[in-house]
């Protein structure tokens, strides 16, 4: 199992990243999604979830700022993140969506992401 994130940088203040996360060695259409964060310091958190179906949800630090989409076709999730703020400095990673039933794939390779004028 790879989970490879990438799209990360320096962006100021109310900038725009779009993040993906290329999956191998996992059925990825049959998995619901999800991304995470981890600020130094803090424990990772989760950020945003989509389905098999398409059905999003996000943590309410960034509802209304950060959209989550899947290309089945190319295994990968994308974290679309705009008007971005200091708070969301972090390294970024994709994984499973957490549900009863299931554990989460082995962490790959997250990206980092730095708000900062």
């Known amino acids: 199992v790879q989970l490879q994130a990438s799209g990360g940088g320096l962006v100021q203040p109310g900038g725009s990243l779009r993040l993906s996360c290329t999956t191998s060695?996992?059925?990825?259409?049959?998995?619901?999604m999800g991304w995470y964060r981890q600020a130094p310091g803090n424990q990772r958190e989760l950020v945003a979830t989509?389905?098999?179906?398409?059905?999003?949800s996000f943590a309410d630090s960034v509802k209304g700022r950060f959209t989550i989409s899947r290309d089945n076709a190319k295994n990968t999730v994308y974290l679309q993140m705009n008007s971005l703020k200091p708070e969301d400095t972090a390294v970024y990673y994709c994984?499973?969506?957490?549900?009863?039933?299931?554990?989460?794939?082995?962490w790959g390779q997250g990206t980092q992401v730095t708000v900062s004028s």
């Open positions: 994984n499973r969506r957490p549900s009863s039933g299931n554990i989460l794939f082995p």
């Open positions: 060695g996992i059925i990825f259409r049959i998995n619901d």
């Open positions: 989509i389905t098999t179906g398409g059905t999003t």
